[in-house]
């Protein structure tokens, strides 16, 4: 018997050493706690610093969150790497474009970060995914809870666009996190200030949804 397939999420930056690890690490050790080995969140970077570790500020972050930077290596984005993505976070709009540009079918499940959690906020306040019992989702009973955790989140990108309306940033700006890399402390704690509060969304909508009788 085939053993069940985790999400796979991955996180975009351009460096790969300040915002997406924080992303990938964050995202990562939450998910755990929600379902352990239903998720594997990877990051890489547009134009990435291929081999470095996380920026010591940034990886300052990723421990205080209760993440760990340890074994981490700067990667390049590619097309392989983009190919079994279910879900792409990136760490501004541009990053979106360019992943669009290495492969286009991924349109429909790549958005920025925090235009993606606002979308989960939207979609959690309109509709409860939950199933009533068992591993089901959208009618279907699955043998195990991470394929139907795998089930219900590889549909949701397409349930998150339909509310995108509702969940307009004010400024185009509101849908990006800034880019620290070599510049002060008070821009890392600009860049957490906008990269938590989306990652906390993400995890809330996961932990709120999560498959009947799974171990959290």
Known sequence: MESPEPVRILTVCTGNVCRSPVAERLLQAGLNQVLPGGFEVRSAGTRALVG????PLSA???YMFGGTAEG????????RILRPADLVLTMSSSHRG???QLDASLLKRTFTIREFARMLDVLQERESTTAGGGYQFDGRRYADPI???TALWRSLPARAASVRHLSLAAEAADNDVIDPY???????RQMEDELAPAIISVLRFARLNAPAHSSQ
């Open 60 to 62: 300052d972050i990723i």
């Open 72 to 79: 981490f290596a700067a990667r390049q984005l590619t097309g």
């Open 182 to 188: 070599r510049r002060s402390a008070d821009y890392y």
């Open 147 to 149: 394929s139907a955790n």
């Open 98 to 100: 360019e992943v669009l």
């Open 52 to 55: 470095d570790p996380v920026q």
